[in-house]
């Protein structure tokens, strides 16, 4: 994926900039790239893909690519270390109890890159921030949530993690056509080949562009959507959501539209707006 812009890193500036808007000139592409062990954890992770980039006023930053495409993450072998632990516990980057938390097969490498990307912006002179970015085959869905429950235990998940399709990288690349038809066709499209995948390949989930497109899909802002809709071509989408202000705003919204509350049927009317139950009364309501 990042190989052709090795000489020509700036190419990449536009998907960059959909990470942090500040980046005005990608410097450097790098692979299996990590830090001195010594200062980092003494090993044990690396980034497959390592771009560096620098900002309007000369800040430097970093982001490290974990490219994901037919692993299944719930064979994951890595091995968490009390350094890990001893870091996520004491950094004030991570909710209480994170570690136990993320103490998983299918959790523990990209919670372990987040951590060599917290290391290295907060201990060494050359970058003042970065960011770890998980790229998968949109279809890859284990993928995602695997990193949704790992940005549900960082206190600021958009700094730290994100989630992006190959798509998004292929559509924000755009001075390449022949390249970007020839990745497509080679590991996008998985129509010839979809009967024989496992049902654990996270490719079987849905069906890329045919290998008669030329134009890859845009999977769109994704990566850190705090919700997500399958569709039925396999495709991903973000919905349309409305948040409240307050506990007060939902409570006058759930007394306007009771209906709304799973299991209340329409027409509803709300009784009372605030009251106190017995634990009791609660069961009975509950039930």
């Known amino acids: ?165 190959y798509e998004t990288v292929l559509a924000a690349v755009d001075d390449d056509d022949d390249w970007r038809a020839a990745f497509v066709r080679r590991y996008l499209d998985f129509t010839p080949v979809q009967h024989r995948l496992p049902a654990h390949d996270p490719r079987a989930g849905g069906q890329a562009p045919g290998s008669s497109d030329t134009t890859p899909v845009s999977a769109g802002p994704l990566h850190g959507a705090a919700l997500l809709i399958r569709s039925r071509d396999g495709s991903w989408a973000v919905p349309s959501t409305s948040t409240y202000g307050s506990e007060r705003d939902l409570r006058d919204l759930l007394a306007e539209n009771p209906s709304i509350i799973p299991g209340v049927g329409d027409p509803a009317v709300a009784a009372c707006r605030r009251g106190r139950l017995t634990a009791a009364a609660a069961l009975m309501l509950a039930a």
């Open 1 to 165: 994926m990042f190989g052709p812009f090795v000489k020509t890193p700036n190419r990449l500036l536009r998907w960059v900039r959909t990470i942090d808007e500040d980046a005005a000139d990608v410097t450097g592409v790098r692979f299996e790239w990590a830090p001195l062990r010594a200062q980092h954890f003494d090993g044990g992770s690396a980034f497959d893909a390592f771009v560096t980039y620098e900002t309007g006023d000369a800040r430097r930053r970093f982001i490290g690519v974990e490219c994901k495409y037919a692993e299944n993450l719930a064979s994951s072998s890595i091995t968490v270390r009390d350094v890990h632990r001893t870091f996520t516990a004491e950094s004030a980057l991570w909710a209480d109890g994170a570690a136990e938390r993320l103490d998983a097969a299918p959790l523990r490498q990209f919670w372990l890159n987040t951590l060599l990307a917290q290391s290295l912006a907060e201990r060494s002179d050359e970058f003042d921030a970065g960011t770890t970015v998980v790229v998968a085959v949109s279809s890859d869905a284990s993928s995602l949530q695997a990193v949704t429950q790992v940005r549900a235990d960082l206190l600021e998940p958009d700094r730290w993690l994100r989630w992006v399709p």
